[in-house]
């Protein structure tokens, strides 16, 4: 009789160890789904970068209309002021980060200045003044679309100077920067 | 028999475990890829856009219209004084906003006074499900000259 006993006993322990055995297999299948799970996840989510050069180039641009046109007037001195000057005025620079080789050549920013000329479609009369900067070459660009192209802005808006003389502006920018905006 | 039953029980209860840690890890992975749907639940945006909330150049339009100056009066004083939207400065407001800007803003751009209907930009409707930004200015106590941009 008790040798029976110790014989189910036996066997119901053997028993438990199989299904600890299953159990721990179970376990680590799971764990090993979860984890998977979990860096297939942070690679899809981080490993895209985002492309934030519209909203650069938009900045770039508002940055721009700042230096042009300020409290609805544009600025006093802005027919006097040269290319040059004009972007150390804006306290603007073309800098980039160190990266793939770029250079001064990831941004083009070009201002207009023309008379509001009601009889024409654009409003845009004779050209009085244009400022540019950057990399030109990138404005060839702006008609393409695809995420590899750069971004281009192009704003246009209405100023008149002190003496009530009625302008539109316009404003273009540019910003490239693929390899850092785009997988 | 008392066994069997026991196993059973464990068993469905660990099918049932597995099916819920698997359909949330595909809700995760789901919402973390970022398709549409998700997009809209968590608002991911791998293409980021400028928000047009306070666009800069309306702004700027919108500044430089009220100081524009017709006859010495300027558009700020003669929207104050009846008939507040005149020739004047109703088609000017009508060939800055309407026209000018029309290529960035579609969807509508209107100007008036404290919502009132007038004879350039009709009274303003705005397109469902959009979202727009109002620029404004005070005239008087009682009075402000609006100019409201559907953007989205």
Redesign the interface.
């Given at each position: 009789m008790i040798n029976n006993k110790k014989t189910i006993f036996c066997r119901l322990l053997k028993n438990s160890k199989g299904t600890d055995k299953i159990l721990s297999i179970y376990w680590l299948a799971i764990l090993f789904i979860v984890a998977a799970g979990i860096v297939y996840m942070v690679v899809v989510f981080y490993g895209e970068p985002y492309d934030v050069r519209e909203i650069e180039a938009t900045l770039l641009a508002n940055k721009i209309s700042d230096c042009v046109s300020d409290g609805g007037y544009l600025k006093s001195n802005i027919f006097s002021l040269d290319n040059a000057y004009f972007f150390r005025e804006c306290s603007i620079n073309f800098e980039v980060e160190d990266f793939k080789g770029w250079n001064l050549d990831q941004f083009y920013v070009e201002t207009e200045i023309y008379d509001f000329d009601d009889t024409k479609n654009n409003f845009q009369g004779d050209l009085l003044k244009k400022f540019s900067q950057g990399n030109v070459a990138l404005k060839d660009f702006c008609s393409e679309k695809g995420k590899n192209f750069p971004k281009c802005v192009n704003r246009k808006f209405y100023a008149i100077d002190e003496s009530n003389n009625q302008h539109i502006i316009g404003v273009l920018s540019i910003v490239r920067k693929t390899e850092k905006n785009v997988r | 028999m008392l066994d069997k039953k026991a196993q059973i029980g464990e068993t469905i209860t660990?099918v049932v475990a597995?099916l819920i840690?698997?359909v949330v890890?595909l809700i995760?992975?789901f919402i973390?890829?970022?398709s549409d749907t998700a997009k809209k639940i968590i608002g991911i945006e791998?293409?980021?856009?400028?928000s047009r909330e306070s666009d800069?150049?309306?702004g700027?339009?919108f500044?430089?219209?009220?100081?524009?100056?017709e006859s010495g009066e300027s558009v700020y004083s003669s929207l104050q004084k009846p008939p507040e939207i005149n020739n004047f400065n109703g088609n000017l407001a009508v060939?800055?906003f309407k026209?000018?800007?029309k290529?960035?803003y579609l969807k509508q751009i209107w100007f008036g006074i404290n919502l009132k209907p007038n004879d350039f930009f009709n009274s303003y409707a705005p397109p469902t499900h959009t979202r727009f930004f109002i620029k404004k200015i005070k005239l008087n106590s009682k009075d402000e000259a609006m100019l409201m941009v559907a953007y989205d």
């Amino acid at each position: 009789m008790i040798n029976n006993k110790k014989t189910i006993f036996c066997r119901l322990l053997k028993n438990s160890k199989g299904t600890d055995k299953i159990l721990s297999i179970y376990w680590l299948a799971i764990l090993f789904i979860v984890a998977a799970g979990i860096v297939y996840m942070v690679v899809v989510f981080y490993g895209e970068p985002y492309d934030v050069r519209e909203i650069e180039a938009t900045l770039l641009a508002n940055k721009i209309s700042d230096c042009v046109s300020d409290g609805g007037y544009l600025k006093s001195n802005i027919f006097s002021l040269d290319n040059a000057y004009f972007f150390r005025e804006c306290s603007i620079n073309f800098e980039v980060e160190d990266f793939k080789g770029w250079n001064l050549d990831q941004f083009y920013v070009e201002t207009e200045i023309y008379d509001f000329d009601d009889t024409k479609n654009n409003f845009q009369g004779d050209l009085l003044k244009k400022f540019s900067q950057g990399n030109v070459a990138l404005k060839d660009f702006c008609s393409e679309k695809g995420k590899n192209f750069p971004k281009c802005v192009n704003r246009k808006f209405y100023a008149i100077d002190e003496s009530n003389n009625q302008h539109i502006i316009g404003v273009l920018s540019i910003v490239r920067k693929t390899e850092k905006n785009v997988r | 028999m008392l066994d069997k039953k026991a196993q059973i029980g464990e068993t469905i209860t660990w099918v049932v475990a597995t099916l819920i840690i698997v359909v949330v890890l595909l809700i995760s992975i789901f919402i973390a890829s970022g398709s549409d749907t998700a997009k809209k639940i968590i608002g991911i945006e791998k293409n980021a856009q400028y928000s047009r909330e306070s666009d800069r150049a309306v702004g700027k339009s919108f500044f430089s219209y009220l100081l524009t100056k017709e006859s010495g009066e300027s558009v700020y004083s003669s929207l104050q004084k009846p008939p507040e939207i005149n020739n004047f400065n109703g088609n000017l407001a009508v060939k800055i906003f309407k026209e000018l800007h029309k290529e960035d803003y579609l969807k509508q751009i209107w100007f008036g006074i404290n919502l009132k209907p007038n004879d350039f930009f009709n009274s303003y409707a705005p397109p469902t499900h959009t979202r727009f930004f109002i620029k404004k200015i005070k005239l008087n106590s009682k009075d402000e000259a609006m100019l409201m941009v559907a953007y989205d």
